[in-house]
């Protein structure tokens, strides 16, 4: 097992998901196949969730949050239709009963090289095994960061569904030619905010860490997306699995900002971003915070994904919009279960797709 996902394992096998994650309720476990070890998150049934384990969620409960950034009446009206006529049909479907397979349980996956190259049927084979009646499901493919995999997954049979739209920082030379990007890398040389690493004997920095990401992921955002507590950012930072900075106004003697970054194999993502939304946005902390990321890619040649949302932001920086998938496997399934899914792609590629790249979401 490499080194990322055997601490990760022995954080989230120590205690229940929800004291780490307020909002994931659900069972990991650990598959071996050929020297390769792979994190499984596993899920029963429809409940009380987060869209980083439950497709019911993400389907659902986070895409009912989405349709306020919806400004045509007709697709809203369409798109509404279809997320209330479906949930009924997923609550009975139980779409839930899954089983994702190298989940880190991010809001971003990222997959190391021995995922990368796995043998996709023989997984198939052990994770059918162990859990015949779930659906099998593998988060966070785009065809930028992993085309190999994304092909693979195809051609052995799974199903493609388009999730979301992410931004990739893939060319440093582009992102240092943007005026946005170079002024932002400019509020790094402040006097009056610096950034910290946290103690790991002062369990009061994490506590401000969770709160600062809460103000924007869970208060402005929406309550679906997950919900880091202190204890987990600790333990990341514990086992040196995360790279957490909080933000310290000098000036007002306080911390206003959180930025937190996880990765492998020379690709990283930033989970964790918040910042104190009672500051003027002039004081541009939010800028600051991505400035960092941005930096500390930069600095040592990663790959950057930023994850979605905020995208003219991001591109007006040199990033690249790109769809991300998840993808399912139902060979095994009812026909009723096969049909609802194929459904369920279809709508994604075909209507939700083009919905995110209209509207840059």
Not at 280 to 297: N, S
């Amino acid at each position: 097992m490499n080194d990322f996902s055997h601490k990760l394992y022995d954080i989230l096998k120590k205690y229940p998901s929800f004291k780490l994650m307020g909002n994931v309720d659900a069972k990991v476990v650990k598959y071996e196949l050929k020297n390769k070890s792979i994190l499984v998150s596993i899920v029963d049934d429809i409940k009380p969730n987060c869209y980083t384990v439950s497709p019911y969620n993400m389907m659902i409960s986070y895409s009912k949050d989405e349709l306020v950034k919806v400004d045509s009446k007709i697709q809203k009206y369409f798109a509404s239709a279809l997320i209330y006529g479906f949930e009924f049909i997923l609550k009975i479907l139980k779409i839930d009963t899954v089983q994702t397979l190298n989940n880190y349980m991010f809001s971003t996956n990222f997959f190391d090289k021995g995922f990368k190259d796995i043998d996709i049927i023989e997984l198939e084979k052990l994770a059918h095994e162990n859990y015949p009646k779930h659906t099998m499901l593998v988060r966070s493919v785009n065809k930028v960061q992993n085309p190999k995999l994304y092909e693979k997954l195809q051609n052995s049979g799974w199903i493609a569904l388009t999730s979301r739209q992410v931004y990739i920082f893939k060319d440093i030379n582009i992102c240092k030619k943007r005026q946005n990007y170079l002024r932002d890398k400019n509020l790094l040389n402040s006097d009056r905010y610096i950034f910290i690493e946290l103690d790991i004997n002062d369990f009061k920095l994490f506590e401000k860490a969770e709160e600062l990401y809460n103000q924007l992921y869970l208060k402005k955002y929406s309550q679906h997306n997950i919900h880091f507590k202190a204890l987990y950012l600790k333990e990341l930072q514990q086992q040196k699995l995360i790279h957490l900075r909080l933000l310290y106004d000098c000036m007002e003697d306080k911390y206003v900002g959180v930025v937190g970054l996880v990765g492998e194999d020379g690709v990283i993502t930033a989970p964790i971003i918040g910042y104190d939304n009672s500051y003027d946005i002039k004081e541009a902390l939010y800028r600051r915070l991505i400035a960092y990321a941005m930096e500390y890619a930069m600095q040592r040649k990663y790959l950057l994904n930023l994850s979605s949302g905020a995208s003219n932001f991001k591109v007006m920086r040199g990033a690249e919009a790109c769809l991300e998938y998840m993808f399912v496997n139902v060979k095994h399934l009812s026909s009723f279960k096969k049909i609802i899914w194929k459904i369920l792609s279809l709508i994604a590629n075909y209507f939700y797709a083009p919905l995110l790249k209209r509207l840059k979401l």
